[in-house]
């Protein structure tokens, strides 16, 4: 068997075409969507990641704002920036790019977001109205998944789901839009015994523990959808230098039934859903205002 390539760089392209005819109609109506972004000191991988946002944010007609700070400055200085940003009918979106220098206490400043411009969707209320299956804003990489999942066409609905990661901005709110969809979740970890255990039965199996090539194709069970949300670069042997994902995708592909490429895969669908999310909240707002 070799497994469909679920190509998230084609479904990201798909996505932004629609997200930029929406923010198309919101500019004529008054209502250009906007996103802040904040990046404080200065973390190679933090500033890549701030420009490509930026950058998709041009393509899409979303206007975007940056602001940056030195890795010094003071906890209240951006606090008072937040607050401002909060209280402009033209911002739709905040966004501040982590880790966070150590002086800041990183759960304060993302409960300073306004949950109404939470566009990351990391605020707690938003984390609690998506663990009610209410609506919310979405952390995007995990709603970049659930797209990619809906691209295939496989039922979630009883399916067996095994999320490898209990992080707060993927492998969490991976479990609950997976649960949220009908499927039965299992959430793996560093702890979990006999890890194969659970990949094996898993129809769908996610991904996110930031180990280069740590699940094999002996893990997989045959014909599941495989969705690989890790990236890293390799540090020796002859692929030093390369980024590779969680999965090891050679073998891996030789089992699974669809999977996901790193580079080329969850990744590209991340920034989407950061743009879409502001639209979302741009369209709000035109709704509030009677636009």
């Not at 095994?162 to 949220?180: D, Q, W, Y």
């Not at 979740?185 to 094996?200: E, G, I, N, P």
């Not at 898993?202 to 969705?227: C, E, S, Y």
């Not at 690989?228 to 042997?237: C, E, K, P």
Request: proline share 6%.
């Amino acid at each position: 068997m070799t497994a469909r390539i679920i190509d998230g760089k084609a479904l990201a392209e798909q996505v932004r075409g629609e997200i930029a005819t929406r923010a198309a109609a919101l500019a004529a109506r008054g209502e250009q969507p906007c996103l802040a972004v904040l990046l404080i000191g200065a973390d190679p991988a933090s500033a890549v990641y701030v420009r490509n946002k930026v950058a998709g944010c041009e393509k899409a007609g979303i206007r975007s704002l940056r602001f940056d700070y030195s890795a010094d400055v003071a906890p209240d200085v951006v606090m008072a920036k937040l607050a401002e940003l909060n209280a402009d009918p033209a911002v739709h979106g905040i966004l501040v790019q982590l880790p966070l220098p150590p002086q800041f206490d990183e759960a304060a400043v993302l409960e300073a977001i306004s949950v109404e411009k939470d566009v990351d969707g990391f605020h707690a209320e938003n984390v609690g109205r998506l663990s009610q299956n209410q609506e919310a804003f979405i952390p995007c990489t995990p709603h970049g998944v659930m797209k990619m999942l809906e691209s295939t066409g496989v039922p979630l609905a009883g399916a067996e789901a095994v999320v490898i990661g209990r992080s707060n901005i993927v492998g969490k709110p991976m479990a609950m839009l997976l649960t949220n969809a009908g499927a039965t979740v299992t959430v793996c970890h560093s702890k979990t015994r006999d890890l194969a255990f659970h990949t094996r039965r898993a129809d769908i199996l996610v991904a996110a523990v930031g180990k280069p090539r740590f699940v094999t194709g002996a893990m997989i069970k045959p014909g599941a959808v495989v969705i690989d949300v890790g990236i890293n670069r390799l540090t020796d042997g002859p692929d030093a230098g390369k980024l590779c994902g969680d999965v090891d995708f050679d073998s891996a592909a030789q089992v699974a039934g669809a999977i996901t490429p790193v580079p080329g895969g969850v990744g590209p669908m991340t920034i989407t859903m950061l743009l879409e999310n502001t639209v979302i909240s741009a369209e709000r707002a035109a709704r509030r205002s009677g636009r």
